[in-house]
Every structure is written in structure tokens, then in C-alpha cells.
């Protein structure tokens, strides 16, 4: 349970200097569970205790973990001059200042991409979900645009596990990507791989790093194309398939809890 201090809380919510939300404080217009709090130092309990100043109710949060089925044409940042960004798809009880930080989110897709990204307000997790350091295996389904018989699917399976070279792309320079796993249809029933037979355009893609266009620069690589990319999974948390491109919701206790530990 985050506890945090009045005058540190108002400062927070754009109510000045914590000077000014002293005097604030000190002149009876601050309220906490509609007893007027004269006392800067209130221990506020974030996930109980109701603030108000004047009518004015704060929405007191310190964290947020969000999880979107990121949809097309929309950018994996906070600001585009050009793009709507994922931040721009959330509603505005979102919009809010929260005591742990500022809301961003985990790494990037392209703008071409869909599927699962966090939104959050906790960097520590950030970081740990985005440090190459920790590996985090990241599963994408890909769909490409030629076509790949069984014999070929064998080829780029163990050119990808055993650490393709992976080609340049604009400023990006080719890079020996960490070993990756493909999953052909005729390996694993699973929702999204539907096509079964000799030949196949879909497989999923595991990957423990996050560099420029990795995935659609492996394929390149080995001549392919992708012509669709969707993000399954980050680490243990799987994309929520009742999510329509474009929707989001809160990550659950145990999600969060999976997450952190
Ligand atoms: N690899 C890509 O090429 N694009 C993404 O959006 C994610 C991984």
C-alpha cells in the first residue's frame, strides 16, 4: 500500500511549489475523506484515502500497467508530429499525474506492427523488460510473402537458432542476431498458424533482443519478406486475445505480479 505525504502529493498534481501547497494546505481548502487536513505531513494512503481540494477530486495513482493490442499506423511513442501515437488511443481518466513516474511505453513496435504492448508509469519494470542484459524472449507471428516449403522451413529454422547475420538497414549496421526459434504450422496447433501442407507463409518467431526492424530484417536476410507482424508475448505475459486491434486494458494482480517477480 503507497503511502505519500499531502503537500508532496498536491505538488505533484500541479498545485505549485511544495511551499505553495503548504499555504494551500495551511488555509483550509484541502480535504482528505471530506475532513478538511490542515497538516502538510498527512500520510496519504494512495489506494484508499479520497483527496479533494475546493470540488476538485485528485485521481491519485502511483502506478499503471497497461496492456495493448497495439493496432496499425499508430507509433510506439509518446509525441509524433505525423502519427497518432498509443497514447493518444488510451481514454482520458489515463491522462493523469501519477506519483511513480511518467506514462510510456515498453519498447517500440513499428508502425506497421500489432499486438501486445505495455504502457506503464514503472521504469524499474521498463527496464527490466527492455535491458538486453536480461534476454527477454519476445514471440511475434509473422506471416510472409513467399511461401516456404518443408524443406525450406528446416533451413531457416537452424539459420535462425544458430545466429543468422543479419543485414544492414539504413543507418543500421548488420549485427550476428542471439539464437531465435521458428514455429512452422505443421509443428504446434495454435490459433494463429492456420495454414497446414507442404508450404507455408505463417510461422511464429521467438526472439531474445530488440533491435531495428529484427524481425523483418531476419527474414530479409534470408530472402524472404514479412508482410504482417503481430507480437504474441513479452516474457510470461501473453497478448489478451479478447483485445481487438486498438484495445487495452489493465494488466490483472497476477499479471503484474508475474511481471515483477
Ligand atoms: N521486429 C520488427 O521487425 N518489427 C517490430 O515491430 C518488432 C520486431
Same mark, same amino acid.
Given at each position: 500500500?503507497?503511502k505519500?505525504?499531502?503537500?508532496?502529493?498536491?505538488?505533484?498534481?500541479g498545485f505549485?511549489s511544495?511551499?505553495d501547497?503548504?499555504?494551500l494546505?495551511?488555509s483550509?481548502?484541502v480535504?482528505v475523506?471530506?475532513?478538511?487536513?490542515?497538516?502538510?505531513?498527512?500520510s496519504v494512503?494512495?489506494?484508499?484515502?479520497?483527496v479533494?481540494?475546493?470540488?476538485?477530486?485528485?485521481?491519485?495513482?502511483?502506478?499503471?500497467?497497461i496492456m495493448?493490442?497495439?493496432?496499425?499506423?499508430?507509433?510506439?511513442? #509518446?509525441?509524433?508530429? *505525423?502519427?497518432? %501515437?498509443?497514447?493518444?488511443?488510451?481514454?482520458p481518466d489515463? $491522462?493523469?499525474? +501519477?506519483?511513480?513516474?511518467?506514462?510510456h511505453?515498453?519498447?517500440?513496435?513499428?508502425v506497421?506492427t500489432e499486438?501486445?504492448?505495455?504502457?506503464? #508509469?514503472?521504469?524499474? *519494470?521498463?527496464? %527490466?523488460?527492455?535491458?538486453?542484459?536480461?534476454?527477454?524472449? $519476445?514471440?511475434y +507471428?509473422?506471416?510472409?510473402?513467399?511461401?516456404?516449403?518443408i524443406?525450406t522451413q528446416?533451413k531457416?529454422?537452424?539459420?535462425?537458432?544458430s545466429g543468422?547475420?543479419?543485414?544492414a538497414?539504413g543507418?543500421?549496421?548488420?549485427?550476428?542476431?542471439?539464437?531465435a526459434?521458428?514455429?512452422?504450422?505443421?509443428?504446434?496447433?495454435?490459433?494463429?498458424?492456420?495454414?497446414?501442407g507442404d508450404?507455408s507463409?505463417?510461422?511464429l518467431?521467438s526472439?531474445?533482443e530488440?533491435?531495428?526492424h529484427?524481425?523483418?530484417r531476419?527474414?530479409?536476410?534470408?530472402?524472404?519478406?514479412?508482410v504482417?507482424l503481430?507480437?504474441?508475448?513479452?516474457?510470461?505475459?501473453?497478448l489478451d486475445?479478447g483485445?481487438?486491434?486498438g484495445e487495452?486494458?489493465?494488466l490483472t494482480?497476477?499479471?503484474?505480479k508475474?511481471?515483477?517477480?
Amino acid at each position: 500500500m503507497k503511502k505519500e505525504r499531502l503537500d508532496k502529493i498536491l505538488s505533484h498534481h500541479g498545485f505549485g511549489s511544495r511551499k505553495d501547497c503548504k499555504s494551500l494546505i495551511h488555509s483550509g481548502r484541502v480535504f482528505v475523506n471530506e475532513s478538511v487536513c490542515t497538516n502538510c505531513d498527512f500520510s496519504v494512503d494512495c489506494d484508499v484515502d479520497v483527496v479533494r481540494i475546493d470540488d476538485e477530486i485528485l485521481q491519485i495513482r502511483e502506478h499503471v500497467y497497461i496492456m495493448m493490442n497495439k493496432c496499425q499506423n499508430v507509433v510506439s511513442s #509518446t509525441k509524433d508530429g *505525423l502519427h497518432k %501515437t498509443v497514447l493518444d488511443l488510451l481514454s482520458p481518466d489515463y $491522462k493523469i499525474n +501519477y506519483l511513480g513516474g511518467d506514462l510510456h511505453p515498453v519498447g517500440r513496435l513499428d508502425v506497421d506492427t500489432e499486438g501486445l504492448l505495455l504502457l506503464t #508509469t514503472d521504469g524499474k *519494470l521498463t527496464h %527490466t523488460l527492455t535491458s538486453p542484459k536480461n534476454h527477454v524472449v $519476445k514471440t511475434y +507471428y509473422a506471416r510472409l510473402k513467399n511461401p516456404v516449403d518443408i524443406e525450406t522451413q528446416k533451413k531457416y529454422s537452424d539459420l535462425f537458432n544458430s545466429g543468422l547475420n543479419v543485414i544492414a538497414e539504413g543507418h543500421e549496421q548488420s549485427f550476428v542476431a542471439k539464437s531465435a526459434t521458428l514455429i512452422w504450422p505443421n509443428e504446434k496447433k495454435c490459433e494463429y498458424l492456420t495454414e497446414f501442407g507442404d508450404a507455408s507463409s505463417e510461422v511464429l518467431v521467438s526472439i531474445s533482443e530488440g533491435k531495428y526492424h529484427q524481425v523483418k530484417r531476419m527474414f530479409a536476410t534470408v530472402g524472404n519478406e514479412v508482410v504482417y507482424l503481430k507480437r504474441l508475448s513479452v516474457g510470461p505475459l501473453s497478448l489478451d486475445a479478447g483485445l481487438k486491434p486498438g484495445e487495452y486494458r489493465e494488466l490483472t494482480a497476477d499479471e503484474i505480479k508475474l511481471l515483477l517477480d
